[in-house]
């Protein structure tokens, strides 16, 4: 058998050490898919006494990652730090730099600096691989940039991170508040100490923003996309959500129009018939709509060891056998200039819930208010009456402008009988 293909892995943390026991416990199959075994030759990460539940002994540890690039024994370096800044981009840039191919599960780092390594790693006839960086164990990235290659999508829609879909699915099987769920979360381990990444939607933007350039073949713009988490969502709305036929999902969805790329992640309510509601607790899912393949949507594990670990050594075998595709699908100069649209420039349904006085006309200064913004109502619940005090009403609209709503709801919060600031939530198709 060929030479083994030398890796030298940064980070040994809980991708890091899945890819130490995938190797070890898939090293046959690897080895007859790869055409050569693949071996872990020199790791670095902080701690050297940390007792990381694989054996380490015979690989070479650096203290400072950025050395692996510079080890002439190590063909290959895979990045497991994380961050978009620090060791992870330094040990990454000075790889290419140096000619070595690069496998990173960081979305961080390619959604905000794709671009330049991209083009870095293009100049200097290295890959950059990042099959790990979306959604985990779904192998989203070759199915977009190879298996639909043939196709143009019009638009991708995602379930892109497993603690806020295990929070919003626990909410609504359980009926518990946001707040709680998530201590559950942290408790459990679903959930990062400091969870404002997940829960504030950014890291499903960096997957989002990652999918969207491959998908639409444009240069990577993380800058543009709009960002909503699910800090607000609360049991009530996803219990009207429930009466009304949907579930709130936060979703990452990227369309192309004739004006250009939105991209957005937010919560959203999907009719619960439809295939992405299904995916539940820290299940991610993606939803790409192909113009000859038509609808193709994956669904798996989105993180943890084992799917992430078979992601970055999916890339591994590809390395090992030569195979290679540009980084975003096309060179760099064959991507489409496409423009970036704002999130005024979205139009849908929309779901709002107000605390209102339970006074007469109160009703009809909301609908007034909605009238006049051009908005045309759907649908209205009032559940339960106690005159004097906060209820809730709930009201959808037919198809409307983001601008029209969002001047309309400002009116609305401004009205003395409306209690609190409006709660409102996007309807998508799935
Ligand atoms: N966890 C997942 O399920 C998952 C899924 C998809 C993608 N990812 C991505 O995979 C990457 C790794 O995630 P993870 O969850 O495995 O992280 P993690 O458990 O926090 O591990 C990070 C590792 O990096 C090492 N490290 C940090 N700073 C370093 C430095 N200055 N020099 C050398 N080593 C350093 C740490 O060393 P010590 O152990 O000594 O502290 C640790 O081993 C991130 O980009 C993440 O976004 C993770």
């Known amino acids: 058998m060929a030479r083994p293909l030398s890796v030298g892995l940064a980070g040994l943390g809980t991708v890091g050490a899945g890819v130490l026991s995938l190797l070890r416990a898939n090293a046959d199959v690897v080895a007859a898919r790869a055409g050569r075994p693949v071996a872990v030759t020199a790791v670095s990460a902080r701690d050297r006494g ?39 981009r330094a040990l990454v840039e000075a790889s ?7 496998v990173t599960a960081n979305k961080a780092l390619i959604a905000v600096h794709g671009a330049a390594l991209a083009a870095a790693a293009e100049a200097a006839g290295v890959t950059l691989a990042f099959e790990a960086a979306v959604a985990g ?46 201590a559950d979360a942290q408790r459990l381990g679903y959930a990062e100490a400091d969870p404002a990444f997940d829960i504030d939607g950014v890291d499903a933007a960096h997957k989002l ?28 709305d996803i219990a009207f959500a429930g009466a ?51 609808r193709v949507m994956l669904e798996g594990r989105g993180a943890g060891a084992g799917p992430t670990a078979s992601a970055v050594v999916a890339d591994l075998i590809d390395l090992a056998r030569g195979r290679a595709t540009p980084v975003w699908g096309a060179a760099p100069g064959a991507l489409a200039p ?29 609908t007034a208010v909605l009238r006049d913004a051009g908005v045309s109502l759907e649908s209205m619940l009032q559940r339960g009456r106690s005159p004097g005090e906060a209820v809730p009403v709930v009201l959808t609209t037919h198809e409307t402008s983001e601008a029209a709503m969002q001047s309309a709801l400002g009116r609305i919060a401004a009205l003395p009988t409306v209690l609190e600031p409006p709660t409102m939530i996007r309807i998508e198709p799935g």
């Open 96 to 102: 290419i730099a140096a000619g070595k191919p690069v």
């Open 338 to 366: 496409l423009d970036s649209l704002p999130m005024a420039a979205h139009s849908g349904a929309f779901y709002l819930r107000l605390m209102v006085v339970d006074r007469p006309g109160v009703i009809a200064d909301v």
């Open 209 to 236: 923003a990652i999918l969207a350039a491959l998908a639409f073949g444009r240069p990577v713009d993380f800058p543009a996309v709009h960002i909503e988490g699910i800090r607000r969502i609360s049991a009530l």
């Open 137 to 182: 164990g779904i192998p989203v990235i070759k199915a977009l940039r190879e298996g639909l290659a043939a196709n143009r999508i019009s638009r991708i829609a995602g379930i892109l991170n497993g603690t806020c879909n295990y929070i919003l699915t626990t909410m609504r099987e359980r009926g518990r508040e946001f707040a709680d769920v998530l």
């Open 244 to 294: 009304l036929g949907y579930r709130i999902k936060l979703l990452g969805i990227a369309t192309r129009t004739e004006r250009g790329i939105k991209a957005r992640v937010h919560p959203a309510m999907v009719p619960d018939s439809a295939p992405i509601a299904l995916v539940e607790g820290v299940f991610n899912a993606v939803v790409m709509d192909a113009d000859f393949a038509g």
């Open 50 to 88: 940390r007792d990381r539940g694989v054996p380490l002994a015979g690989l070479r540890w650096y203290d400072d990652p950025v050395a692996l690039a510079a080890d002439p024994a190590v063909d290959v370096v895979v990045e497991l730090i994380g961050g978009a800044e620090g060791p992870a």
